[in-house]
DNA sequence: CTATTCATTGAATGTGTGTTCAATCAATAT
DNA sequence: ATATTGATTGAACACACATTCAATGAATAG
């Protein structure tokens, strides 16, 4: 028998992953709070009892997203190539066994590059830049010969439009064949003479 | 001295252009009709004279739009890792030389995964699936050891996602370094043993 | 058992936005 | 010169949607 508390709490995870998913795929403005109401199979008023604001609940959302790249960044960066590797093993793993995280991916995905966000999610996904530090990394690999020549900010862009645009359409369509990681990783891959 | 016919045409690409540029920044339900009439420097009311609504402006983009995949696809396929380093290369120099083509790769890619358009103009990007065909292309380059083993879906996706992930990235900041083709294309090519 | 808290609803409110329209003025045609 | 067409505006309209709120009823506390 759950407490009020649980049940509480268990639809406050509800919102969030019917939210998630809605965000994803009609993109913030056109996610009518009813709509995240209804999918969750409570009243739109009720809700607000949740999140003060669509708002909220979306820079909510994003507060935890951002908490993935983050994640994924603190992987061991001792060897740059044994990195990326394992960047893309988990972010595609994430895809096929985690479809939470998978779509908190895609959604800051999405967020990085929209002008129609709330404000104060901007200032957080703009806040933690992740192709610096992966173009810093690049730049280590290429002196150790591991890493292909080139310019390190576009090699890493290169390398997360993969990932997140895969992770992406894998979310949308999840009977898509799920790529391989090392492949993505062949984009940076130094290639024997 | 222009005439009013010229006039006309003129305003209509500038607002076909300005819609554009905003869809692909906010989106389609975060772009407001006086944005857009505000970007060309028209009032809100004449940009119906030009077209009838927000739904057949957008839909008129994605017809143009469909051209540019179909552009591509209609490159020479006797080669086929030729057909993605040329494909590779040409949108990539649409970034860099030819801002409105680029844009419409922009808005294709986000159309896809979007399900906030409008039904017209979702049938239409539907409609044109660029997978199948390309996944056909990779088996044949399988086949002729040109293209890595793999599920050609799969790596279909992995090459498209990455093009249509830098061509967004690269529109919206244009400052950002752009990649190499043929990096891209490594995704897909045999490596020697 | 009673009182209190609080989840829940459905209707009301207000704002924002797509669209329409009558009126104006300039360009073109006759 | 006059009439007609068409570009242009600003205000008006209607509707959709985020948010509020008073009312209800069930769970919990005392």
Redesign the pocket.
């Known amino acids: 028998m759950p407490?009020?508390k649980e049940?509480?709490e268990k639809?406050y995870w509800e919102i969030l992953n019917a939210a998630l998913d809605l965000f994803i795929r009609k993109g913030y403005a056109a996610?009518?709070?009813?709509d995240i109401a209804q999918a969750v199979g409570?009243?739109?008023?009720?809700l607000?009892?949740y999140f003060?604001?669509?708002?909220k609940l979306y820079t909510t959302l994003i507060e935890f997203g951002i908490q993935g790249p983050q994640q994924v960044m603190e992987l061991d960066q001792s060897d740059p190539l044994a990195f990326f590797e394992e960047a893309a093993r988990q972010v595609l793993l994430y895809v096929t066994i985690d479809s939470f995280t998978a779509k908190m991916f895609a959604l800051m995905s999405q967020a990085q590059y929209s002008d129609a966000i709330p404000d104060a999610a901007k200032s957080l996904v703009r806040g933690f830049n992740i192709f610096e530090p992966t173009a810093a990394l690049i730049r280590k690999g290429q002196q150790q010969g591991t890493i292909r020549a080139g310019d390190p900010l576009a090699l890493a862009l290169t390398f997360w439009m993969s990932i997140m645009g895969i992770a992406e359409a894998l979310v949308v369509y999840p009977d898509f064949p799920c790529p391989q990681s090392d492949w993505i990783v062949d984009v940076l891959r130094r290639r024997e003479a």
Chains 1, 2 share one sequence.
């Not at 996610?31 to 009813?34: L, R």
């Not at 409570?42 to 009720?46: A, K, N, R, V, W």
């Open positions: 407490t009020r049940q509480k639809r996610t009518k709070v009813s409570m009243s739109t008023g009720l607000f009892h003060e604001s669509k708002e």
